[in-house]
């Protein structure tokens, strides 16, 4: 006879789930028990927020459906960052979490507090599973993680359903596909005649793998392509009709507004704009906007002429049209150079340098992470990817201490690329025990620290707003940032130049451990940069 912790871990087994990440408490003994007997392998972590990253970046390398494991009260407060970085950033993440019996909960207090009540603003469904339904609970848990938009769905787990034993069948998972729009002749008609249509794609996209397809109807359809910045790589950036991502850079949105102000019809593939800038609120001015998203847009971020609701790849193919001669005056061509030439940089030491030095050095199928600050704002302009989930980031929450662990996940996914993650010192500060993780499942991510003593974003905004400089530059000594990744067990080493910063990346890529490299690049270093 099984367990109620046994059928959980042959649901997720089913679901594609290979890994659970997280931190044991005495609560989830019984459930971790019954995830290693379905085959998932538990992956301890120094902090539940990390361990929901891993399982993020896991996910976008293989396509397992993410676990986290937490146990009561602390550790589900623990991860509520990373419960809701999913739900913006659309990952099907399944959030176990043990807690006591209800007749316990009654007379015993101590760390018990409602988890569901904490967790139901951000995630698409929470479960307390009940001993005879196991099954069912699972089965409608996953479903509804990954329906629709992805996202993270909360199970709560009494010890006694989880030890419990249990004669419960499985229950097979109820998914729907989405199919054709209705109403695609209207949005052929207009396409056929637009003289200046521009694409624009999301993460939705991602979520669907529709690049190859999005990639194929613009090159027929002489269609310039703009991504959200988790879209990157959904259209090889090689590409002349590929204008790379978007969504936080006022330098980008100077060029590509004015594009698609002269635009006549703007396509949305799959576009979330829960990624962009509040520049963005119905930014198409009179271009008509036809929208092909998979679920309803509710967001009121922009309104479209013409809603499409459905799958993308198949609706494109059924877009196909005799494409007239388009976009004349080569304005596409010209912002994608002007575009370059913005980032290009100043040609001495700084971010620009890093950036530039590391896409040269590292091979192009470098899976790279970013962790939220001015980094990623620049290195998300610069750097090409010739795919997509090639840049992981945290870009609809936009949270803090997300690089490091992502970075950790792709490599268990991936292990044979290369996988480098960009980290402010801050950020790296916040979620330095990830490196320990690093160290103690042998995993060669190359982790570049931008050194600047500062929260730079942060400085920059309060600086704009004529402020005093007030909580945003550190002082002291600041952290050795190269002493603390050898004494957390890995490689680590300083640089202030770009030959320095290629020497040691190189030679990152041979190594069988993690490289931290910590590039100083001074306080400032990011005005004007984007």
């Given at each position: 006879m099984t367990t109620g912790s046994d059928i959980i871990g042959e649901a997720l087994a089913a679901a594609g789930?290979?890994?659970?990440?997280?931190?044991?408490?005495?609560?989830?003994?019984?459930?971790?028990?019954?995830l290693d007997t379905a085959g998932l392998q538990f992956v301890?972590?120094?902090?539940?927020?990390?361990?929901?990253?891993?399982?993020?970046?896991?996910?976008?390398?293989?396509?397992?459906?993410?676990?986290?494991?937490?146990?009561?009260?602390?550790?589900?407060?623990?991860?509520?960052?990373?419960?809701?970085?999913?739900?913006?950033?659309r990952v099907p993440l399944i959030f176990l979490t043990g807690c006591v019996d209800a007749a316990e909960?009654?007379?015993?207090?101590?760390?018990?507090?409602?988890?569901?009540?904490?967790?139901?603003?951000?995630?698409?469904?929470?479960?307390?599973?009940?001993?005879?339904?196991?099954?069912a609970g699972m089965a409608k848990a996953i479903a509804l993680a990954v329906s629709g938009q992805p996202g993270p769905v909360h199970v709560d787990v009494p010890i006694g359903v989880a030890e419990g034993r249990s004669r419960e069948a499985p229950v097979g998972l109820s998914l729907a596909t989405p199919g054709l729009p209705a109403n695609i002749t209207g949005a052929l008609a207009v396409l056929a005649e637009a003289k200046r249509p521009l694409a624009i794609a999301g993460v939705d996209a991602v979520n669907e793998g529709a690049g190859p397809a999005i990639t194929a109807f613009c090159r027929a359809h002489g269609m310039p392509l703009i991504t959200t910045y988790k879209g990157k790589g959904l259209m090889p950036e090689s590409e002349l009709l590929c204008l790379g991502g978007a969504g936080l850079s006022p330098k980008a949105d100077s060029i590509l507004m004015p594009l698609m102000a002269e635009?006549?019809?703007?396509?949305?593939?799959?576009?979330?704009?829960?990624?962009?800038?509040?520049?963005w609120r119905n930014p198409f001015g009179a271009a008509k906007v036809i929208e092909l998203a998979p679920t309803r847009r509710d967001h009121g971020m922009h309104s479209a002429k013409i809603t499409l609701t459905g799958a993308i790849a198949p609706t494109l193919s059924e877009l196909s049209h005799e494409a007239p001669a388009r976009w004349p005056d080569h304005q596409p061509q010209t912002a994608r150079a002007a575009l370059k030439a913005a980032f290009s940089g100043p040609g001495t030491w700084g971010p620009h340098e890093v950036f530039a030095t590391l896409r040269a050095v590292m091979p192009p199928e470098t899976v790279i992470t970013a962790d939220s600050g001015?980094?990623?704002?620049?290195?998300?302009?610069?750097?090409?990817?010739?795919?997509?989930?090639?840049?992981?980031?945290?870009?609809?929450?936009?949270?803090?201490?997300?690089?490091?662990?992502?970075?950790?996940?792709?490599?268990?996914?991936?292990?044979?690329?290369?996988?480098?993650?960009?980290?402010?010192?801050?950020?790296?500060?916040?979620?330095?025990?990830?490196?320990?993780?690093?160290?103690?499942?042998?995993?060669?991510?190359?982790?570049?620290?931008?050194?600047?003593?500062?929260?730079?974003?942060?400085?920059?905004?309060?600086?704009?707003?004529?402020?005093?400089?007030?909580?945003?530059?550190?002082?002291?000594?600041?952290?050795d940032f190269a002493a603390l990744a050898r004494a957390f067990?890995?490689?680590?080493?300083d640089v202030d130049s770009g030959a320095s910063l290629a020497a040691e990346a190189r030679a990152a890529l041979s190594r069988d451990s993690f490289t931290l490299i910590a590039a100083h690049i001074g306080r400032r270093s990011y005005d004007g940069a984007f």
């Open positions: 789930a290979t890994h659970a990440f997280g931190i044991p408490g005495g609560e989830v003994l019984g459930l971790m028990q019954g301890l972590v120094k902090h539940e927020n990390g361990g929901g990253f891993m399982a993020e970046g896991l996910w976008h390398m293989t396509g397992a459906l993410p676990v986290l494991v937490a146990t009561l009260g602390p550790g589900v407060a623990n991860a509520v960052n990373v419960v809701a970085n999913a739900m913006q950033d909960a009654e007379t015993y207090t101590h760390q018990i507090f409602d988890h569901q009540a904490l967790l139901r603003p951000v995630v698409k469904g929470s479960f307390r599973l009940a001993q005879g339904a196991v099954a635009a006549d019809v703007i396509l949305l593939l799959g576009y979330d704009p829960i990624e962009m800038r509040a520049g001015a980094h990623r704002i620049l290195v998300s302009q610069m750097w090409d990817c010739p795919g997509p989930r090639l840049m992981l980031q945290s870009s609809g929450l936009c949270t803090m201490a997300c690089a490091v662990p992502l970075a950790a996940g792709a490599k268990i996914g991936r292990p044979d690329v290369p996988v480098m993650a960009f980290v402010g010192d801050a950020g790296l500060e916040m979620g330095a025990g990830e490196l320990a993780t690093l160290a103690a499942r042998n995993l060669p991510v190359v982790i570049c620290v931008l050194v600047d003593h500062s929260l730079s974003l942060i400085e920059m905004k309060q600086r704009s707003g004529q402020r005093p400089n007030l909580g945003v530059d550190f002082t002291g000594a600041g952290t067990g890995g490689h680590g080493v």
